[in-house]
Each structure stands twice: as structure tokens, then as C-alpha cells.
């Protein structure tokens, strides 16, 4: 099945600082989303983005489908920001549209 | 529309026990899915349906099953519960017609001891 892989795998940024994390995957997807868990286990939905640029107020991410990977931006990081961010893919190959994740980028933003 | 809705939150259940986790969505999504997060992990998926009547296995079904009478309703079904099923449990659903994206719901945390 298709693999995805994240990094990195932890961050520490002060408040105010930028971060960028990545995602690649092995095989053509037709959706790529991520996922922001929060300290009390909820899963946010950041971006639906299987190919192109999405902006959402300081968040960010691209992902170049035919290079298989993805970008997520974060600028001016505040504490609220901190938690585990998942990036998931549904690859092509198969109908059953279910989402593969990866294992996550657990950030922490220090006050 | 209230999305992708789960009871309970937290669940306790001793061993060789049995119970339902409970999905409801409200926006006439035809593809539902079950998945399981383990602490520090990623989510897994444990059983999907694209539509009422069917049903089909995820990478980690054993000691599930599932049906789906409804459009709205996916229960989950844990039967002899054992301590490896302990884990963080979400429901999601996806139109298909006209996106790939999937609505997550908030998740039930069940602890077997």
C-alpha cells in the first residue's frame, strides 16, 4: 500500500517563529488533507489539497502532486498552534477512497 | 448540518465485554469509515462502507464488525473486548459525487482493563 512519511517527526519553536513541515508519499493520490490534533485528542481538518496552494489565515500548504510531496507553512506560531499535525492521503489505485496517515509531526510552541 | 456525530466520547469496558460505538452524519455522505488511533500513532483503518447495505474490511478489522442499514448510521461493534483495543476511535464520511475530502467526527476514547 502506499507509504506516507512525515518530518519531522518533533518541533520546538518559540512563539512568533515560522516552521515548515513535509510530507511525501510513494504513489499517486487523489486527496491529500491535514490534520491538526489538538492536546484534547480533536482531530482538525487544515487543508483538503491534492495538488496547488491553499492559504488559511497563517497557515499555509502546497503539495506537488507529481513530485509527491506536500508543504504545510506555519507563520508566527503561537501556543495554541501546538499539538500533533498529521498529514493523510487516499491513493488512486483504489476505490475505497480510505485515508493512509502518516505518523505525525508533534509540534510544541513555547511561549 | 451537525457533520460527522459520535457517542459516546469515553468508554470504559472490562474484558471479554461487548459494545456499539455509535456514527451519525446528516449530510447524506455515501461513504463512511472506521478508523483507530493508537497513542503516538497515526490512524488505522478498521472497516468502510460505500453506501447502504455494504461493507468491507480495512487493514485492521479483527474483533470488529460493522453494518450500515442507513445512508446516516455506521455503527461499530466490539465484541470480547480485549486490551489491544484500547485506542482512540473516529468515525469520517466523504460525499464522493464531487470530492475526496473526508469529515472527521470528534472521536470516542475507549480504555479495555
Known amino acids: 500500500g502506499i507509504q506516507v512519511e512525515q518530518s519531522p517527526p518533533d518541533l520546538i519553536l518559540q512563539e512568533g517563529a515560522n516552521s515548515t513541515l513535509r510530507c511525501n508519499f510513494s504513489d499517486s493520490v487523489n486527496n491529500l488533507q491535514w490534520f491538526h490534533q489538538n492536546p484534547w485528542g480533536q482531530l482538525i481538518n487544515l487543508f483538503y489539497?491534492?495538488?496547488g496552494t491553499k492559504q488559511n489565515g497563517r497557515l499555509s500548504a502546497t503539495t506537488v502532486a507529481t513530485e509527491r510531496y506536500s508543504l504545510l507553512y506555519i507563520s508566527s506560531s503561537q501556543t495554541t498552534d501546538s499539538g500533533v499535525y498529521f498529514c493523510a492521503v487516499a491513493s488512486r489505485d483504489t476505490g475505497r477512497r480510505a485515508l493512509t496517515f502518516g505518523s505525525g509531526t508533534r509540534l510544541q510552541v513555547q511561549p | 448540518n451537525a457533520g460527522v456525530t459520535q457517542t459516546p466520547k469515553f468508554r470504559i469496558l472490562k474484558i471479554g465485554q461487548s459494545m456499539t460505538l455509535q456514527c451519525t452524519q446528516d449530510m447524506n455522505h455515501n461513504y463512511m469509515y472506521w478508523y483507530r488511533q493508537d497513542p503516538g500513532m497515526g490512524l488505522k483503518l478498521i472497516y468502510y462502507s460505500v453506501g447502504a447495505g455494504i461493507t468491507d474490511k480495512g487493514e485492521v478489522p479483527n474483533g470488529y464488525n460493522v453494518s450500515r442499514s442507513t445512508t446516516e448510521d455506521f455503527p461499530l461493534r466490539l465484541e470480547l473486548a480485549a486490551p489491544s483495543q484500547t485506542s482512540v476511535y473516529f468515525c469520517a464520511s466523504l460525499r464522493a459525487a464531487d470530492s475526496y475530502e473526508q469529515y472527521f467526527g470528534p472521536g470516542t476514547r475507549l480504555t479495555v482493563t
Open positions: 489539497i491534492p495538488s
